[in-house]
């Protein structure tokens, strides 16, 4: 129906908009910005119902929205939150200048000053924001953050412990940061809270930069290992870390019934529309493997102990959800100096006398080991630790 009158388009754009059919959507409000392009709104509608979609690119249609109107800090707002790094701050910086009471826009920009390493710059934003919007959690860990990578830990610290207080969990990972700078234990860096807001986020395009620009070859390699074992399908599989389901693929050829475990609600949904799990579960692995009740015949966990610290608790819970000579396969980040710690890209990074002392404590045997790179990071192959693991 792309000759009706705009006026009818528009009417029904805002019910399909109402009844979040983001498809229809998308469609009513790219006919409404082609019959009148003059009409900002039109653009800015289109994109966000393909961002709700979760289809298509949709800065281009914001782009459109803020040049047709350019003082319209909604649009701006919006148009920002697509982009990354100085970009991201630029904009922000104009929909201050329309909106300085924007509380979220001033912590989102020391956020971006920081990625862009504008430490100094990101602090004074971070303590303007403070003042806006003291209720604001954001703006005392962005300030934390902005003052640990200025170099003052002391500041970082105190910031921290009030930021603590507001988000005691941790969504924005400031414990990460205290933790790479040795005034908080290793072990307590990653939050769940913020490994699910980080793949949260990274979901739409998770899939095309981890297996195109990262080269990931983790479970495709795992999987390698299981047929060189002569590993059989094991009844009922679960898929520790799950993330998007690239690791389910590999994993299904092994399992009769496969579960699949993830922090990240958006990375859930990847998964869940793979067809290839019979169940997914939105947890934290190590508290929902204690809380299963086991019978697995077979786990991977590709890619995941990055997230975690101590492998012991996760591999003795892994343990304890396996059937008698049960299996995992894992990557490990290897780490060349003892114990584990916090490596490049800021994710955990293991030695291999810790995961075989983890290990064997939870008594699982080493039954089959190979190392080589299961990605690229920051443009380095990642050194890694693929294994095979049976429950003794
Ligand atoms: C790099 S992705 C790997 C996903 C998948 N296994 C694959 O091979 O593509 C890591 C995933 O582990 C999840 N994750 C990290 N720590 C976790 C934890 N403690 N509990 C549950 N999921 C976790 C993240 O949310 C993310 O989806």
């Known amino acids: 129906m792309a000759n009706r009158p705009p006026r009818e388009t528009l009417e029904a754009a805002r019910r399909a908009t109402k009844k979040r059919d983001w498809p229809l959507a998308s469609e009513l409000f790219l006919e409404l910005s082609r019959a009148q392009p003059e009409q900002p709104s039109h653009w800015n509608n289109l994109a966000l119902a393909r961002i709700h979609g979760g289809h298509g690119e949709p800065t281009c249609p914001q782009r459109r929205a803020v040049l047709l109107c350019p003082d319209n800090a909604n649009y701006l707002n919006n148009l920002s939150a697509r982009e990354r790094g100085d970009a991201r701050a630029r904009l922000l910086e104009r929909l201050l200048v329309i909106r300085p009471d924007h509380a979220r826009a001033r912590a989102d920009q020391a956020f971006y000053l920081l990625q862009a390493g504008h430490a100094d710059a990101a602090l004074r934003a971070a303590r303007v924001a403070h003042v806006v919007a003291p209720e604001l959690s954001e703006n005392l860990g962005r300030a934390a953050q902005a003052q640990l990578a200025a170099g003052d830990v002391d500041g970082g610290a105190n910031f921290f412990r009030r930021y603590s207080v507001l988000d005691p969990d941790d969504?924005?990972?400031?414990?990460?940061d205290l933790a790479r700078v040795g005034a908080l234990d290793t072990d307590q860096a990653m939050s769940p809270a913020f490994v699910a807001g980080v793949f949260d986020g990274y979901s739409e395009r998770f899939d095309e930069h981890l297996t195109g620009t990262l080269g990931y070859v983790g479970p495709r390699v795992l999987g390698g290992m299981l047929d060189t074992l002569?590993?059989?399908?094991?009844?009922?599989a679960v898929d520790l870390g799950c993330g998007s389901g690239l690791s389910g693929i590999e994993l299904r050829r092994f399992a009769d019934h496969l579960v699949g475990v993830d922090l990240?609600?958006?990375?859930?949904?990847?998964?869940?529309?793979?067809?290839?799990?019979?169940?997914?579960?939105?947890?934290?692995?190590v508290s929902w493997l204690e809380e299963s009740s086991g019978g697995f015949g077979i786990a991977m966990a590709a890619d995941v102990t990055s997230y975690l610290g101590d492998l012991a608790p996760f591999l003795g819970a892994v343990s304890r959800a396996l059937l008698p000579n049960g299996i995992l396969a894992m990557t490990v980040h290897e780490r060349s100096a003892s114990g584990f710690g916090i490596a490049v890209g800021d994710t955990y990074s293991h030695s291999f006398e810790h995961v075989e002392t983890a290990a064997r404590a939870a008594g699982l045997?080493?039954?089959?080991?190979?190392?080589g790179a299961m990605r690229m990071e920051q443009k380095q192959p990642l050194p890694t630790m693929f294994l095979v693991l049976g429950k003794s």
């Not at 990240?264 to 692995?285: C, F, N, Q």
């Not at 045997?365 to 190392?371: D, H, K």
């Open 171 to 176: 969504r924005l990972g400031v414990r990460r």
């Open 230 to 236: 002569s590993i059989q399908p094991a009844g009922r």
């Open 264 to 285: 990240s609600e958006r990375m859930l949904e990847r998964a869940g529309e793979r067809g290839l799990y019979d169940a997914l579960h939105k947890a934290e692995v």
């Open 365 to 371: 045997r080493i039954m089959a080991i190979e190392r």
